[in-house]
């Protein structure tokens, strides 16, 4: 899908235009390089009253916080209840809402699952062979990933927990024309 197309449909479910009319817009929320720009259209996109569950804190607005978890010399990680269990407990944890959860036991080890959530989703891949958990925690609005981080390492007795953050979809809304 090109930007275009993205900029139709956001103007389509945002403002209520027809696809005529939308398509009479798109060259006024195009710039010549094809990279979208804030339009006097989209200004309420900035507004902190929006429902869009976009993140408004420090100056920044973005969709959601992504945090790479790597559990390293975890015990537990063959263990499917063990590690639906420890999703769960993240899920409530975050104050997140659970949609559904789906685990993958692998033979001869390993587990693969997904906590599908209203926020996002929380997803893991693990090599209990070597003590190896690799989690996705990505969610919006008001839950907070972050406090996924004790919970795994509880969940699987981590010798060492990493974390890297990322900030989905910073500078999509707000960024300057």
């Known amino acids: ?54 993140i408004r804190r420090d100056g920044k607005v973005y969709a959601g916080t992504h945090l790479i978890i790597e559990v390293v010399q975890g015990a537990g990680l063959d263990d499917q209840e063990r590690i639906e269990s420890a999703l769960r407990d993240c899920v409530t944890e975050c104050g997140a809402t659970l949609l559904h959860i789906h685990t993958h036991k692998f033979t001869p080890q390993g587990v693969s699952g997904v906590a599908v959530l209203a926020e996002s989703h929380i997803s893991v891949h693990t090599w209990p062979e070597i003590g190896y958990g690799a989690f996705d925690v990505f969610m919006c609005g008001d839950a907070e990933p972050r406090r996924a981080v004790e919970v795994l390492r509880r969940a699987f007795d981590a010798g060492e927990v990493r974390v890297k953050e990322l900030l989905r979809g910073e500078g999509i809304v707000g960024a300057a024309p």
Do not use: C, W
């Open 1 to 54: 899908m090109n930007s275009a197309s993205l900029i139709r449909l956001g103007t389509d479910l945002e403002y209520g235009a027809t696809h005529e009319d939308a398509e009479s817009r798109i060259g006024e929320a195009v710039r010549k390089d094809d990279k979208p720009k804030l339009t006097l259209a989209a200004s309420n996109l900035l507004d902190s009253d929006r429902e869009d569950h976009f």
